[in-house]
């Protein structure tokens, strides 16, 4: 079983909709979360970055942390054309691992006019 | 972009040949990496440096080897390359003391052992 489990899609959505991301883990060290975004034949960027449980927002993206459930989220509100890319999790304990994360198997979106 | 550049950008190499990925960067960073990725797996760590001949084991590290003699560089060497190596390979850097989990990718580097 991997340590971070995420659905890879592909998934295909009208421009508009409201997109939900998510991404389950088994380790209970990791305290840092982040979603990576990444266009075709580019290198990840990164998305958003929570620490611990909770909620932050950042324009027309939301990232939800419940570590109770081992489990996080990322929303798109008025998802755009442009924001069709590939969309992978990424978590760290922090620490000692200071730099070492464990990546999601990545989400493929797609954003239709 | 942040200053970071990889060579060769594609490559197609046969089995049982020696490979060297080469990953350069203008940022100062301390740590650099280099991960794979592969459908359904998305990136793997292979090793990383925390420094100037300081590097590390990752996931799967097996079949690869680093070396980093200056800040800037940091080499990915496949002694003997096989048709399981064939992924696209990218470098990361990031620095102590910023946003634990950031790291500032590369273009990649797509390589193909036959």
């Known amino acids: 079983q991997k340590e971070v489990e995420q659905d890879p899609g592909p998934l295909s959505v009208p421009e508009g909709a409201i997109v939900s991301l998510n991404c389950t883990y088994s380790?209970?060290?990791?305290?840092?979360f982040m979603w990576y975004r990444q266009y075709s034949r580019k290198g990840p960027e990164l998305l958003m970055y929570t620490y611990s449980s909770g909620n932050k927002e950042d324009g027309r993206f939301t990232a939800q942390v419940d570590k109770s459930s081992k489990y996080i989220s990322l929303f798109i509100r008025d998802s755009q054309p442009s924001d069709s890319a590939t969309y992978l999790c990424?978590?760290?304990?922090?620490?000692?691992?200071?730099?070492?994360?464990?990546f999601g198997q990545g989400t493929i979106l797609t954003v239709h006019p | 972009d942040a200053g970071i550049t990889q060579s060769p950008r594609h490559k197609v190499t046969e089995t049982g040949t020696p490979v060297t990925l080469r990953c350069h960067q203008t940022e100062n960073h301390r740590y650099m990496y280099w991960y794979r990725q592969d459908p359904g797996h998305g990136l793997r760590l292979i090793h990383y440096s925390y420094g100037v001949k300081d590097t590390d084991k990752g996931e799967v590290s097996d079949g690869y080897s680093v070396s980093r003699s200056k800040t800037e560089d940091f080499l990915l060497t496949l002694e003997s390359a096989t048709s399981s190596q064939t992924s696209v390979y990218f470098c990361?850097?990031?620095?102590?003391?910023?946003?634990?989990?950031?790291?500032?990718f590369g273009p990649g580097t797509r390589l193909t052992v036959l």
């Open positions: 380790n209970s060290a990791f305290q840092y």
């Open positions: 990424a978590m760290s304990a922090g620490g000692t691992s200071y730099g070492k994360l464990t």
């Open positions: 990361a850097i990031s620095e102590f003391g910023q946003v634990v989990g950031e790291q500032f």
